[in-house]
């Protein structure tokens, strides 16, 4: 089946950084690409939707300027948190689906970690 | 509000047992419902989606638009069973892939 992959597979920064993560769907296009958290022993929370060439729209109380995300390419969102705190620290997991209708992929997450 | 209730924090079942994970939601609408499963240390894979009426390593699902619950069952569990479980639920009307989970459900199959 189809691969969505994510860089880094875990992170530890320090407060007050910014830290990149990227999601790539390795054979196949993806015009929307979704964000997930998830917290110890929680459920996946979607954070936004990713779209190509246009900005990304964020769930309610979900800070955009907080959580940049970019989708330049057909094949990469990125997700960055800015000014990370330790309450930020998560596991964040993304998701794309060839098209409407098709299953949905997702990534194997990424551990962040705020010192 | 759209929600995923799954009742159940952790199923423990003997091999070859029957198992029944529970799943509630709540809309208005007509969503389309699915089961994802996370084992151990991998990522998030689809088990089942209510439209395909598939059964997928001996799990069923049937929709029940009654009593709006969509409940995971399998006859008789094997110990690979064991993983997370979501419940999970895309609206009819809104974009495709921008899921609401439930909580989880813990299997541990003992063998």
């Known amino acids: 089946g189809a691969v969505v992959s994510q860089h880094p597979s875990w992170v530890i920064c320090k407060s007050g950084t910014s830290v990149k993560i990227e999601c790539r769907s390795l054979?196949?296009?993806?015009?929307?690409m979704f964000w997930y958290r998830q917290f110890p022993k929680q459920s996946l929370m979607l954070m936004a939707t990713?779209?190509?060439?246009?900005?990304?729209?964020?769930e309610q109380g979900v800070e955009k300027d907080k959580f940049l995300i970019n989708h330049a390419s057909l094949t990469l969102s990125t997700l960055t948190v800015t000014s990370a705190h330790p309450e930020d620290s998560s596991f964040y997991i993304c998701?794309?689906?060839?098209?409407?209708?098709?299953?949905?992929?997702f990534g194997q997450g990424t551990r962040l970690t705020v010192v | 509000a759209q929600r995923v209730t799954q009742p159940e924090k952790l199923l423990s079942v003997f091999k070859g047992a029957p198992v029944e994970l529970k799943c509630n939601y709540s809309?208005?609408?007509?969503?389309?419902l699915f089961w994802y499963v996370q084992y151990s240390r991998q990522r998030l894979q689809l088990l089942l989606r209510?439209?395909s009426r598939e059964s997928i390593k001996g799990f069923t699902a049937d929709l029940n638009k009654g009593e709006t619950s969509f409940h995971l069952k399998k006859p008789f569990a094997q110990e690979e069973d064991s993983a997370m479980y979501y419940c999970?639920?895309?609206?009819?009307?809104?974009?495709?892939?921008?899921?609401?989970f439930g909580a989880g459900t813990q299997v541990v199959v003992t063998p």
């Open positions: 990713s779209n190509e060439g246009s900005k990304a729209t964020y």
């Open positions: 998701s794309a689906s060839y098209l409407r209708g098709t299953e949905a992929f």
């Open positions: 809309y208005s609408g007509s969503p389309e």
């Open positions: 054979d196949f296009q993806a015009t929307t």
């Open positions: 209510h439209i």
């Open positions: 999970a639920l895309i609206p009819a009307t809104d974009s495709w892939g921008k899921f609401q």
